[in-house]
């Protein structure tokens, strides 16, 4: 009777394995979104690579962010229509794509303030060393 185990208990430590397990996978999702979100060897913007020839961004002080080069001009075009100015040339740069500008502006304003958080620094404390890498 001794090598018995009870069904009700097998069964309370499955299900506290599994949702264990559960928010582990939880937890490293939301970590490598917004870890992972201002890695600096990809392209904020379009996440394309800043690793070799092709998606190097050129230094800029002036640029916030880690941008390759096509996304950076965009950028700064951004900035100089705010100010009244810009490509004329650039047709695409209307009333939306300034508006599609500004919000991804917020929504990056957003992102840092939540990393900053410190509800997000004990979420990374508490991980360690499973942080997850970025890609």
Not at 62 to 71: L, S
Not at 110 to 122: G, I, M, P, T
């Amino acid at each position: 009777m001794s090598k018995i185990i009870p069904l009700n208990e097998k069964l309370k430590i499955t299900t506290a394995q599994k949702a264990a397990a559960q928010r582990r996978h939880k937890i490293r999702s939301v970590l490598k979104v917004f870890h992972c979100a201002n890695c600096a060897s990809k392209c904020e913007r379009c996440g394309a690579s800043l690793i070799g020839a092709q998606g190097e961004q050129t230094a800029n002080h002036r640029i916030p962010y880690h941008f390759c080069a096509g996304c950076a001009e965009e950028y700064v075009d951004y900035i100089q229509r705010l100010q009244g100015e810009g490509d004329p040339q650039a047709y695409w740069h209307n009333h939306h794509w300034i508006r599609a500008w500004h919000a991804w502006i917020e929504y990056q304003s957003a992102v840092d303030q939540y990393l900053r958080s410190k509800e997000f620094r004990r979420l990374l404390e508490e991980m360690g060393s499973d942080t997850p890498p970025c890609d």
